[in-house]
Antibody, heavy 122, light 106 residues
Framework: QVQLVESGGGLVKPGESLRLSCAASGFTFSDYYMSWIRQAPGKGLEWVSYIHSRSASIYYTDSVKGRFTISRDNAKNSVYLQMNSLRPEDTAIYYC???????????????WGQGALVTVSS | EIVMTQSPATLSVSPGERATLSCRASQSVGSNLAWYQQKPGQAPRLLIYGASTRATGIPVRFSGSGSGTEFTLTISSLQSEDFAVYYCQQFDHWYTFGQGTKLEIK
């Protein structure tokens, strides 16, 4: 069955960095675009970034451009989110999620990981 | 950015009754609309995509309708496991979510 497992969350100070990982299993990872979505404590959902199945295209929401970098390693069935210059407003649970159809980003997200909590506080 | 607005913020319904949740888009998204259910401490679960197609394994009591800017999620006969927060999401132009509707037991 499809599984997505995030790791790498934690408590950091403003301006510091953190790298999240998401290990995928149960499907042909290299066929799917992948995304990161976050949820601030007690708040709604915000799309953060996505990456093409072969890393041919990458997109970010405006608030993280220039600070976050998404990448993937299809040999390791993993997607990553490098977060630099972290701010208190980046505090959230970060979910990795799969687009619902192969080779496309024109779909919703059909499988989500359990999330990784990132807390940015001095 | 397409803004998604859900109403009401909280809906109190008794088990066995029908629940109707609304979602409005600030501009047309066609049928590129999904609904998710989220329970405390869990990730969202995809319920509906394409405005009206149930995702795999979703019970028939969940149904979606609408197109353009107005959408509805209906749960025909509420079960205890249906009390949760529901989010709509558009995927027509990037990806934005509504603020959620909390469905609580009356």
């Amino acid at each position: 069955q499809v599984q997505l497992v995030e790791s790498g969350g934690g408590l950091v100070k403003p301006g510091e960095s953190l790298r999240l990982s998401c290990a995928a299993s149960g499907f042909t990872f290299s066929d799917y675009y992948m995304s990161w979505i976050r949820q601030a404590p007690g708040k709604g959902l915000e799309w953060v970034s996505y990456i093409h199945s072969r890393s041919a295209s990458i997109y970010y929401t405006d608030s993280v451009k220039g600070r976050f970098t998404i990448s993937r390693d299809n040999a390791k069935n993993s997607v990553y989110l490098q977060m630099n210059s972290l701010r208190p407003e980046d505090t959230a649970i970060y979910y990795c999620a799969r687009f619902a159809r192969v080779y496309s980003s024109d779909w919703p997200f059909d499988f989500w990981g359990q999330g990784a909590l990132v807390t940015v506080s001095s | 950015e397409i803004v998604m607005t859900q109403s009401p913020a909280t809906l109190s319904v008794s088990p066995g009754e029908r629940a109707t949740l609304s979602c409005r888009a600030s501009q047309s998204v066609g049928s590129n609309l999904a609904w998710y259910q989220q329970k405390p401490g869990q990730a969202p679960r995809l319920l509906i995509y394409g405005a009206s197609t149930r995702a795999t394994g979703i019970p028939v009591r969940f149904s979606g309708s609408g197109s353009g800017t107005e959408f509805t999620l209906t749960i025909s006969s509420l079960q205890s496991e249906d009390f949760a927060v529901y989010y709509c999401q558009q995927f027509d132009h990037w990806y934005t979510f509504g603020q959620g509707t909390k469905l609580e037991i009356k």
